[in-house]
């Protein structure tokens, strides 16, 4: 994909959702970050469900430790590994008050020193809380970037270092958003959506589609 390709990508992506945000429904920094680590291996809905019930109880990191760890996993049980992250939670939670005043750090060595954060979920904080031009790279933004020839790569760190080089800079802050929910309604994994594509003139993958006659 050529520069001008990748330009006209986002313009068309952004004419389509100029305001594109995360799905996960969050009202502080500390709610996102606590859907985040929810959602690993699980889908924003069941997320969003169960953040519904926790947050008017709980939404700072001092009322996470109050609930104690089985109050906890009371409120998020419907959610895939909730142990593990139930565990993670509690461990990020006395991390925020007894290091960071209770404050979700916007840098990527304090984020990442938190349990159960890692690159990808510490891209999202600083690009969705912090407006930060980083590129958090899930199954969705990977097969994406591969197929279009947006930013091919072998492996996540890969893909984001391509991106964070080919994506204009004017449209980094919501690249994350748009290449995600392409991946999650359009481009899909096995049977992408290619004849509804606004931007399957671009794409490398549909490039190579055999026509019909």
Known sequence: ????Q????????????PHPTTELIYSSPFELLVSV??????????VNKATAKLFPVANTPQAILDLGIDGLKSYIKSIGLYNSKAENLMKTCRMLVEQFDSQVPDNRQALESLPGVGRKTANVILNT??????????????RVSNR??????????????????NVP???MQHA??????????????RKPHCAECIISDLCDYYKKLPTEN
């Open 176 to 189: 994350h958003h748009w290449l995600i929910l392409h991946g999650r309604y359009t481009c899909t994994a």
């Open 129 to 142: 809380a912090f407006g930060q031009h980083t590129m958090a790279v899930d199954t969705h933004i990977f």
């Open 37 to 46: 680590l929810l959602s690993a291996q699980a889908t924003d809905v069941s």
């Open 6 to 17: 990748r330009r006209e990508m986002f313009t068309r992506l952004q004419a389509q959702n």
């Open 1 to 4: 994909m050529t520069p001008k």
């Open 148 to 165: 279009t020839g947006l930013a091919p790569g072998k492996n996540v760190l890969e893909v984001e270092l391509g991106l964070l080089k």
């Open 169 to 171: 800079k004017e449209f």
